[in-house]
């Protein structure tokens, strides 16, 4: 239990020298996951059978990126908030990615490594739906043919984006509020964690070869392909929504 004095403290640590979530953000990747928002952190159950969105991604490439893959980075996450003082400690995943100037440095890559694997991967898996040739639809779909003319215009972008990352990281659409945007990030970097820009993930290809490499080996390109039948547009359309309204 927190006494009075500590938890004073803690507030106004959290209202002076934290960068606060934006409301959309705030606990939405931690309090989803089925455990708690802050240290230790869990991994939340993958939510569907590994073999769901076969044959675009194999089973046993979900269940070891899921399992071993996003399992190390909540662990190593939790291994070096271990060492950390209380106060990082008690900051939800959001905060963490959100305040890396703030970790302390002996563990700062680590956090940054972790948190960032643990926040991506939490998107990617609910992100991920065997949608039978669907679209976007509503608002989202509206904003994507109006940034990038068509959604096959849409498609073409982020495929190029994915496939010119150089190693291991991300290509993602996000949207700061207003407009979208095709961007990417090296290793686990998350987009939320750019220090002068908004950027919330609307959709993310994973192009570590871990999240591939079973099936496809090198071809990244036929990966990329088969990416767009396992997007769950209600999801993105949902997280898209949510960022609307801030
Ligand atoms: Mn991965």
Known sequence: MMTRREAIKAVALTAGALTVAPSFLQGETSDSSAGSSTYPFKL???GYPYDALEPYIDA?????????HNGAYVENLNKALAQAPESIQKMSLDEL???????????????????GGQYNHSFFWKLLKKNEGGKPSGELATAINTT???YSGFQEKLSEAALK?????????????KKLEITTTPNQDSPISKPNEKEIPIVGIDVWEH???????????????????????DYAAERYAAALKG
Do not use: C
């Open 165 to 177: 990352v150089f190693g291991s990281g991300w290509a993602w659409l996000v949207t700061d509020g």
């Open 148 to 150: 990038f003319s068509s």
């Open 97 to 115: 990615l959100l305040n890396l100037d703030k970790i302390p440095d002996n563990i700062r890559t680590a956090v940054r490594n972790n948190a």
């Open 44 to 46: 939340a159950p993958l």
């Open 211 to 233: 999240a591939y490499y079973l099936k496809y080996q090198n071809r990244r390109a036929e990966y990329v392909k088969a990416f767009w039948n396992v997007i769950n547009w």
């Open 60 to 68: 046993l490439t979900m269940q070891i990126h899921h399992d071993k």
